[in-house]
Nanobody, 121 residues
Framework: QLQASGGGLVQAGGSLRLSCTAS????????LGWFRQAPGKEREFVGA????????EYADSVKGRFTIARDNAKNTVYLQMNSLKPEDTAVYYC????????????????WGQGTEVTVSS
């Protein structure tokens, strides 16, 4: 089970750090991803980190502003979000895929419940 947290209301230009912790198992063999869904829009890829060599991949819209990291000892993946913009407003979801490093939503088998991020202008 994945539990996401850290969302909230922040002004444009501010920062937030999202966390996603797994319970009942280890994340060490899972590729981990963050996705987001704004009202009325499809869920979209934000970033991913591999299970083996910690390679990362980001959506163009967040490159240079967001950083994904993982701490296998804590069974946790983080999404550091800096220089936030109003268009980053969405519900953010973490996801896990065993032995997979991918940006494709349908390749992730496990999903957290989502944490809401609102960026005011």
């Amino acid at each position: 089970q994945l539990q996401a947290s850290g969302g909230g209301l922040v002004q444009a230009g501010g920062s937030l750090r999202l966390s996603c912790t797994a319970s009942g198992g280890t994340l060490s063999r899972y590729g981990l991803g963050w996705f987001r869904q704004a009202p009325g829009k499809e869920r979209e890829f934000v970033g991913a980190i591999s299970w083996s060599d910690r390679r990362t991949e980001y959506a163009d819209s967040v490159k240079g502003r967001f950083t994904i990291a993982r701490d296998n000892a804590k069974n946790t993946v983080y999404l550091q979000m800096n220089s936030l913009k109003p268009e980053d407003t969405a519900v953010y979801y973490c996801a896990a895929a065993q032995f997979v490093f991918t940006t494709e939503r349908n390749k992730y088998a496990y999903w957290g419940q989502g944490t809401e991020v609102t960026v005011s202008s």
